[in-house]
């Protein structure tokens, strides 16, 4: 294994700003998709960048055979964006590489990930000429953004995306060196809302008294989001919820992390669960409405006294198994159009969702997929785990595709991914390499 020329290569990937919410990097994303393409075709593998009305999707294939499984690896070359980038302690987009550790957006978020199953991939021919599975790659440029355009992708290429199983290395690692197999993510609904007031910014001392100020209306709209325990308010929330097993509960009370851990890698002053369930079981397992953005008047240094004409807020739920994201969506949409405060006018604009995905992971491809684990990172029992983020594209995969998907992943829970200073590990690194050429082994035995 070439140690230093897979960080050269993961260090040029790194270097390209793939931003895929800033129209500002559209170009950068055409060369991030262009790099993969010619790093597959240095592999040997054959490329294709399809152009959508976004950003362009890679895939790549081997020659396939019949009569052998065909996995379908996903990832995403996309990152999030940097800011605030005066907390980042070195440039976001020239890695650093320190003690191990490789500092730089998207390290981990996908980039590192996606490119320790192409070097596995490599690594696999130069050691045997041949793989022993049909693969597919398919990496897109806009799982950040909700993959708007990936969906329609699917349902077009639905015969030559034909596969037995899907593998992604795109969720986290409990702890180093042990090997993390995620069943279950939870789903995403998003929404924007507007509150409007005056036709015009105000002065606040000519008019305050006289008209509700749509911050101070919009600040008692999203109050009503939640109950005093913290509870989501919204009426039918909770109707279709899928309520954790009680194996799992047992079994997540014995993994190497702890409530007192999460407090600790938050840096939040004290934990605010859910009333009856521990903080991990809320990440990994409750459903949640979350305030990811509030603006409106002036954000400016010192004071201007205004009244402005609007206030702003982004939400995002978190959903569980058996809620439905646009079901969700409406029912937030009927309360907060219900609990508006008089005075103003409420807009509401549905954003992108997913649905939550759960596998059972004793399926054959699970235990093969546990046994890589067990392989590549020896020394510990590998953890099955449930996480709170999202990859709204794997229940497409099972809805489109008909197939299920092994989340493999290699974020550990310090790696700051969406934070500034994200950093990714080379033992991480070197190790996913390590389970991917293992991996494509035991899938191929299925
Ligand atoms: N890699 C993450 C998802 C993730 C992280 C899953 C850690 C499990 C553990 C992915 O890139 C991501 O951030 N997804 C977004 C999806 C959204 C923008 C549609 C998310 O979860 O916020
Ligand atoms: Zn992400």
Not at 130 to 159: A, C, D, K, T, Y
Not at 386 to 403: N, T, W
């Amino acid at each position: 294994m070439n140690n230093q020329s897979h960080l050269n290569d993961l260090f040029e990937f790194l270097r390209i700003p793939s931003i895929s919410t800033d129209s500002a990097h559209r170009d950068d994303m055409q060369r991030c998709a262009s790099w993969l393409a010619a790093k597959f075709t240095a592999i040997g593998l054959q490329p294709q960048i399809h152009q959508t009305p976004g950003h362009p999707i890679v895939t790549a294939r081997n020659a396939h055979k019949t009569g052998r499984p065909t996995v379908l690896i996903y990832g995403h070359y996309d990152v999030q964006p940097v800011d605030p980038l005066n907390l980042w302690h070195s440039n976001p987009f020239e890695p650093k590489l320190e003690n191990g550790i490789i500092t730089a957006r998207g390290a981990t978020d996908n980039k590192g990930q996606i490119l320790a199953h192409i070097l596995g991939v490599q690594e696999y021919l130069a050691a045997n000429g041949e793989l022993p599975l049909n693969v597919i790659f398919l990496i897109e440029g806009e799982e950040e953004i909700g993959s708007p355009h990936l969906v329609p992708f699917l349902r077009e290429h639905q015969r030559e995306l034909a596969c037995d199983i899907v593998a992604i290395s795109d969720t986290g690692m409990l702890e180093p060196g042990k090997g993390t197999m995620t069943y279950g993510l939870r789903g995403i609904a998003c929404l924007e809302i507007t509150v409007s007031g005056p036709d015009k910014d105000l002065h606040s001392g000519i008019y305050g008294g006289a008209i509700t100020n749509p911050l101070t209306a919009i600040s008692r709209l999203i109050a009503t989001l939640h109950d005093a325990n913290g509870k989501v308010a919204i009426s039918g929330f909770y109707d279709d919820v899928a309520e954790l097993e009680q194996w799992e509960r047992e079994a997540w009370a014995k993994l190497p992390m702890k409530d007192a851990d999460i407090l600790n890698l938050t840096g939040s002053p004290s934990l605010a669960p859910e009333k009856g369930y521990s903080a991990l079981e809320c990440t990994w397992g409750r459903p949640t409405a979350e305030l990811n953005g509030i603006y409106g008047g002036y954000q400016g240094e010192g004071s201007k006294t205004v009244i402005p004409s609007a206030a702003h807020a982004k939400i995002s739920f978190r959903l569980v198994p058996s809620q439905d994201p646009d079901n969700i969506l409406s029912l937030a949409e009927q309360h907060l159009q219900k609990h508006c405060p008089p005075g103003v006018t409420l807009t509401v604009t549905k954003g992108h969702s997913g649905a939550a995905y759960r596998l059972d992971p004793n399926i054959g491809f699970g235990k093969a997929a546990q046994r890589a684990l067990s392989l590549a990172f020896p020394g510990k029992d590998p953890a099955l785990v449930r996480e709170g983020g999202s990859i709204p594209i794997v229940a497409d995969f099972k809805k489109i595709l008909g197939v299920d998907t092994l989340l493999l992943g290699l974020a550990l829970p310090d790696a700051r991914i969406h934070s500034p200073n994200e950093t990714f590990t080379v033992e991480n690194f070197e190790g996913g390499i390590r389970l991917n050429q293992i991996l494509l082994q035991e899938l191929a035995k299925q």
